[in-house]
């Protein structure tokens, strides 16, 4: 299993301004995934993280607006930058319990933005 | 949704019944995992069925995998006020480092 923590729980940001999302868990992984949750709405997938490479971005969703760092196998920064209130979301971190794509995927308990 | 759709998109039902939910997705999957999320909170992870599975059980929960068919679908006997939620399906794509997500079922047990 794997237990995940991000950091802020929460945030409530002035429109233009950047937030810096942290995602913390307690054993090494090869990939993180990062996913954007709309009011609402399912959860969608932004990028993936691989440690020592740039993520792999989906669809709609570029480095400019997310960047994405991933310093080491337990830790990745996700940037929302130059923030509108369509960014308003819940953004999540996810990992693979054990060797992806085999096992459990697990997730971490969402940082809620509010933007103004 | 990037990877596929759930059906129905809300479901209200009586406590007692039983609730079926069916997800259908795009492309070849290593496996395909059931989540429950309650209003605002963080994801619970139900059950997980594996592409050369195809019925799984866990307590009250059946869930079956139809791979010619691209299709799950998740069961609920005996629902309670309790399972009222959002129930999402999500694959973990075969040949690529993908999860995605379907669209979602919102379930409200009446009690």
Same mark, same amino acid.
Request: glycine fraction near 6%; charge should be positive; aromatic fraction near 10%.
């Given at each position: 299993?794997?237990?995940?923590?991000?950091?802020?729980?929460?945030?409530?940001?002035?429109?233009?301004?950047?937030? &810096?999302?942290?995602?913390?868990?307690?054993?090494?992984?090869?990939?993180?995934?990062?996913?954007?949750?709309?009011?609402?709405?399912?959860?969608?997938?932004?990028?993936?993280?691989?440690?020592?490479?740039?993520? &792999?971005?989906?669809?709609g969703f570029v480095i400019d607006k997310f960047p994405i760092s991933r310093p080491n196998l337990t830790f990745? &920064?996700?940037?929302?930058?130059?923030?509108?209130?369509?960014?308003?979301?819940?953004?999540?971190?996810?990992?693979?319990?054990?060797?992806?794509?085999?096992? &459990?995927?697990y997730f971490g308990p969402g940082t809620r933005l509010?933007?103004? | 949704?990037?990877?596929?759709?759930?059906?129905?998109?809300?479901?209200? !039902?009586?406590?007692?019944? +039983?609730?079926?939910?069916?997800?259908?997705?795009?492309?070849? !999957? +290593?496996?395909?995992?059931?989540?429950?999320?309650?209003?605002?909170?963080?994801?619970?992870?139900?059950?997980? !069925?594996?592409?050369?599975?195809?019925?799984?059980?866990?307590?009250?929960?059946?869930?079956?995998?139809?791979?010619?068919?691209?299709?799950?679908?998740?069961?609920?006997?005996?629902?309670?006020?309790?399972?009222?939620?959002?129930?999402?399906?999500?694959?973990?794509?075969?040949?690529?480092?993908?999860?995605?997500?379907?669209?979602?079922?919102?379930?409200?047990?009446?009690?």
């Amino acid at each position: 299993s794997a237990v995940i923590s991000q950091k802020p729980s929460r945030d409530i940001c002035q429109r233009g301004t950047s937030l &810096t999302i942290q995602c913390q868990v307690d054993s090494q992984v090869t990939m993180m995934f990062w996913y954007r949750q709309q009011p609402g709405q399912s959860l969608t997938l932004i990028a993936t993280a691989n440690q020592g490479s740039e993520a &792999t971005y989906e669809s709609g969703f570029v480095i400019d607006k997310f960047p994405i760092s991933r310093p080491n196998l337990t830790f990745s &920064t996700l940037t929302v930058s130059n923030l509108s209130p369509e960014d308003s979301s819940i953004y999540l971190c996810s990992v693979n319990g054990g060797d992806y794509p085999t096992d &459990t995927q697990y997730f971490g308990p969402g940082t809620r933005l509010t933007v103004l | 949704s990037q990877q596929g759709e759930e059906d129905p998109q809300a479901l209200s !039902i009586q406590e007692g019944e +039983n609730a079926t939910m069916n997800c259908s997705y795009k492309t070849s !999957i +290593n496996n395909l995992q059931w989540y429950r999320q309650n209003s605002g909170r963080g994801l619970v992870h139900l059950i997980l !069925i594996r592409s050369n599975e195809r019925e799984k059980h866990s307590g009250r929960l059946r869930v079956t995998l139809d791979t010619s068919k691209k299709s799950s679908s998740l069961l609920i006997t005996a629902s309670r006020a309790a399972d009222t939620a959002s129930y999402f399906c999500a694959t973990a794509l075969y040949n690529f480092n993908k999860f995605y997500f379907g669209s979602g079922t919102k379930l409200n047990v009446k009690p």
